[in-house]
């Protein structure tokens, strides 16, 4: 049996976790993200980590298939390309990890990352041709096709979540557009268009009494009733579906996950999808299954060490 490291690093802690090659997670822990000084003691810190599970546990290193790495930026060829979140510029990530670890190093973008664990052991299971897509903060995406991870040719491939849907929009999004889909499909989207919807009429509604409203509180006045919650959700559902209907209408997968936070809210936004994806959708490409993602936080780690796996 040969073992290897899945990391996901993050924005304010590192999540290390030791596998062995059939995917089954033996061990996690974590680090912090050390980002002062340009980031620069962070793949220290991370080979540090490593280097000293390996001593404590006792593993040979003729046992280990190497590390496999997450990072909140574009990787082309091992090499990430500016990461605002980590202070960092361009990092041959691979290779400077590889020479503090002896090991082989993977490396590639975190949501791609999280979207080859889900296709391997979480939501996408069984299917070869899977979208990932997590609604958080922002909207983030991967595409695996034939099982293979699309990395595109600038380290972008799967960047689902600024693609255009409103050309008209006045607002800006956070790369600099408007109109990305980001600016309605994500949770920070949601509360945008509660806002938005509230500000509109003064019809009541349990939303208003809410001093700091989030996503789900959205979701919650939705599910018991109220008719303004409804209404958001309504026109949430509507971008959701031109969303993935234009994606599926491109990539025909046989599964799109959806994870991040929005996807707490479970079946009922995967419910609501559906009339509108159908509606946008091209028929030959309508027979997509939808499964909300089942691995987490943990997701990174799993895809991480695929990433070893494939290599
Ligand atoms: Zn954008």
Redesign the pocket.
Known sequence: MKYGFGVDLGGTTVKIAYFDETGTMLDKWEIPTRRDNGGENIIPDIADAVNRYRKEKNIADTELLGIGIGVPGAVVNGVVNRCVNLGWGIVPIEEELSKLTGLPVKASNDANVAALGEYWVGGGKGSQNVIFITLGTGVGGGIILDGKLLNGTHGAGGEL??MVLNPKETAI???G?RG?V?QYCSATGIVRLAHQRLEKDGVASTLRELEDLTCRDVFDAGKAGDQVALEILDTYFDYMGQFLGSTCSVIDPEAVVIGGGVSKAGQVLLDGIAPYFHKYVFHAASGVKFALANLGNDAGAYGAFKLVLDK
Request: aromatic letters at 0%; charged letters at 25%.
């Open positions: 979540g600024h999004c956070g790369c557009k990305c980001e």
